[in-house]
Nanobody, 114 residues
Framework: VQLAESGGVLVQPGGSLRLSCVASGFAFRSFAMSWYRQAPGKERELVVT????????YHADSVKGRFTISRDNDANTVFLQMNSLKVEDTAVYYC????????WGQGTQVTVSS
């Protein structure tokens, strides 16, 4: 089982980014997938979950209305569209299966700074 996140870069406040996470080694379409983030000096935080059917669950109030999770089951990929980025969104972003967590990928660094 592997998870490979990508798409993180340095972006100015108010900017947008789209993160991708390609999964392999399991039946992707059968699992809920989540995005997490870990800011410097803080614990990893669950941000949003895409269930394998139904509406997503946004766990972090601070991202509601700004972040959107989506998935392409044929490509074994989950995405995170991030708009109106804030400095406090700076973190390493990870994906994983929230109800059957596997080995964490390396994550992708998102830095929001002017």
């Amino acid at each position: 089982v592997q998870l490979a996140e990508s798409g993180g870069v340095l972006v100015q406040p108010g900017g947008s980014l789209r993160l991708s996470c390609v999964a392999s080694g399991f039946a992707f379409r059968s699992f809920a997938m989540s995005w997490y983030r870990q800011a410097p000096g803080k614990e990893r935080e669950l941000v949003v979950t895409s269930h394998n059917g139904g509406s997503p669950t946004y766990h972090a109030d601070s991202v509601k209305g700004r972040f959107t999770i989506s998935r392409d089951n044929d490509a074994n990929t989950v995405f995170l569209q991030m708009n109106s980025l804030k400095v406090e969104d700076t973190a390493v972003y990870y994906c994983n299966r929230p109800f059957a967590v596997v080995h964490w990928g390396q994550g992708t660094q998102v830095t929001v700074s002017s």
